[in-house]
Nanobody, 129 residues
Framework: EIQLVESGGNSVQVGGSLRLSCAAS???????MAWFRQAPGKEREGVAA???????PYADSVKGRFTISEDNAKNTLYLQMTNLKTEDTAIYYC????????????????????????WGQGTQVTVSS
């Protein structure tokens, strides 16, 4: 059974930092993994992704503040978030795709939820001023 389990969500003040983790089990090595988030009343949006070859696209809203990484030995995906803003408040989800992702052209749709096959249950991040 394929499972993605997020952790690390919390309440922090503006300017603070958090690191989210996503423990993956049940599959050897997905081609593409990503972090999405969904704020109340808004659609789920891609925040950052990472391919097997280390391509790491980011949403413009988080560039320079968030860093996606993975520890393959631990089958864990991370999202380091710094300089958090109130607009970062959302439920953050981990996602994985078994579709080939070997070039920038192959991940053009990484921000679309439909690109991904597997999802975690989400972890809440709340940023207050």
């Amino acid at each position: 059974e394929i499972q993605l389990v997020e952790s690390g969500g919390n309440s922090v003040q503006v300017g603070g930092s958090l690191r989210l983790s996503c423990a993956a089990s049940g599959f050897t090595y997905p081609y593409l993994m990503a972090w999405f988030r969904q704020a109340p009343g808004k659609e789920r949006e891609g925040v950052a992704a990472i391919t097997r070859d280390g391509l790491t696209p980011y949403a413009d809203s988080v560039k320079g503040r968030f860093t996606i990484s993975e520890d393959n030995a631990k089958n864990t995906l991370y999202l380091q978030m710094t300089n958090l803003k109130t607009e970062d408040t959302a439920i953050y989800y981990c996602a994985a795709s078994a579709e080939s992702a070997d070039s920038w052209g192959a991940i053009w749709n990484w921000r679309l939820p439909s690109r991904f096959d597997y999802w975690g249950q989400g972890t809440q991040v709340t940023v207050s001023s």
